[in-house]
């Protein structure tokens, strides 16, 4: 017999808000003390993903090559001071932007920072290193493609939003061929500036430090913000069927185009998200795993871009029960759309919701990254106590309103790869 955990009632999530600097480069520094912690954390947030680019894959070559050497340092000093002072540099590109971390210990900083210069400030992007860099991308993406799920994700992308969308494209891995050093300076220069970025800083900081952040920020250029690329119209495909030669898997997507984070109906719907596929007792797994045993694994979600948002579902079966597996995902769906569920189900949905927020919420560094989810999305991070309460006054009735008006069949996009 299932035994769902016990309700108990919980904390009220409330996080402070950032202090907000604006620095004479006009660059925003956000900054979240938490004193008791002997660490730093620096994150920056640049406009320059994938979208942003007119050159296939220069936006995640510039990102991924600044801290392979500099006008004072090889790439292996660059390593090699990081690796000494126990600090770690992160990198991240999507459709949207850059992110660039430099995590570090409270008595590092000076040093961890004076490197995080030559990162950030006076990258040469040797040829090089960019060779190897377009040789090794290259080779991996010929090879990811070879997975299903890789052609899934891609495929599903180009449904959802159109072969010539920023958001659904996908270029031929021979693309790196033509990837030049120049069109990789020539993208930092125009996007790695103050007008294109904000920085938040969570973690111990005092006067010192501050005062630190602050001469290292503002050595960005002050330029003028490069202006928002126009998107050209979204060109869905409901269905779509791939062969992978040799598959014993097929991988499935379904999902549908919604709204961004902003929308009002955004958080109400990342309840459905989650009582359909957001954790491992969900709807979506009982089915397929549980009672069926057509996957190990199964997930939906809500995904968020900076000027569009969409429900995904996802998952991987075996290639002979693909039309059964679909068959139960949409019947699933419509069992939302059509019962109510019960109050017990929707409960747990919330308390896992709530729960995982408030483990995402302990400590600094988790803090500073859902602050940036917020900065981008316009809000302070007051949004996160009104999140929180919007999820738990949820109610049966809505979670099937929302079900049957966004989630009609006809309004679903189908990818199958395999």
């Known amino acids: 017999m299932k035994q769902h955990p016990v309700t108990t009632a919980q904390p009220t999530i409330e996080i402070a808000d950032a202090e907000l600097l604006t620095l004479r480069n006009g660059m925003r520094l956000y900054l979240l003390p938490a004193n008791e912690f002997a660490v730093m954390r620096l994150s920056l947030v640049f406009r320059a993903g994938s979208s942003r680019q007119q050159i296939p894959f220069s936006a995640s070559a510039t ?3 600044l801290a392979e050497g ?27 932007y850059a992110y660039i971390s430099f995590a570090m210990l ?8 004076e490197v995080a210069a030559e990162i950030l400030l006076h990258p040469t992007f040797p040829e090089e290193e960019v060779e190897t860099y377009r040789l090794k991308r290259k080779q991996r993406l010929k090879i ?3 997975k299903v799920d890789v052609r ?4 599903f992308a180009e449904a959802m939003f159109g072969a010539e969308h920023p958001y659904g494209e996908r270029f031929d891995e021979e693309a790196y061929d033509r990837l030049t050093r120049a069109d990789i300076v020539q993208f930092y220069r125009a996007h790695y500036t103050a007008a294109n970025a904000f920085a938040v800083c969570s973690g111990r900081i005092g006067e010192e430090e501050r005062a630190a ?3 290292l920020l503002e050595q960005f250029p002050a330029t003028d913000p490069t202006p928002r690329p126009a998107f050209p119209p979204i060109r869905q495909q409901h269905e779509v069927r791939l062969k992978h030669e040799g598959a ?5 997507r379904i999902g549908r185009l919604l709204f961004p984070r902003e929308h009002p109906d955004f958080v109400g719907m990342q309840v459905v998200a989650a009582a359909l596929g957001g954790y491992f007792g969900s709807r979506l797994m009982q089915n397929l795993r549980e009672e069926h045993g057509f996957t190990y694994g199964v997930i939906s979600a809500m995904v968020n871009f900076e000027r569009e948002g969409y429900l995904a579902i996802a998952t991987q079966v075996g290639s002979e ?3 059964a597996a679909l068959t139960e995902i949409h019947a699933e769906i419509e069992r939302l759309r059509s019962e109510r569920m019960s109050e017990e189900e929707l409960q747990l949905v919330k308390n896992i919701m709530t729960g995982e927020m408030m483990r995402i919420l302990d400590g600094p560094f988790g803090i500073a990254d859902v602050t940036i989810e917020n900065i981008l999305c316009g809000r302070t991070n007051a949004v996160i106590t009104e999140n929180v309460e919007r999820i738990r006054r949820t109610t049966p009735e809505e979670v099937q309103r929302l079900a049957e008006k966004y989630l009609r069949r006809e309004d679903l996009v189908t990818v199958v790869v395999g």
Request: proline fraction near 2%.
């Open 70 to 96: 500099s006008e004072h340092m090889t790439a292996r000093e660059i390593s090699e001071q990081l690796d000494f002072h126990g600090s770690y540099f992160d990198v991240n590109t999507d459709r949207d």
């Open 144 to 146: 990811e493609r070879q």
């Open 63 to 65: 990102a991924n090559l």
């Open 152 to 155: 899934a994700r891609e495929a």
């Open 213 to 215: 952040l602050c001469a």
């Open 248 to 252: 014993v898997q097929s991988s499935i």
């Open 106 to 113: 409270s008595k590092f900083v000076r040093p961890t920072l």
């Open 321 to 323: 029960v693909t039309e």
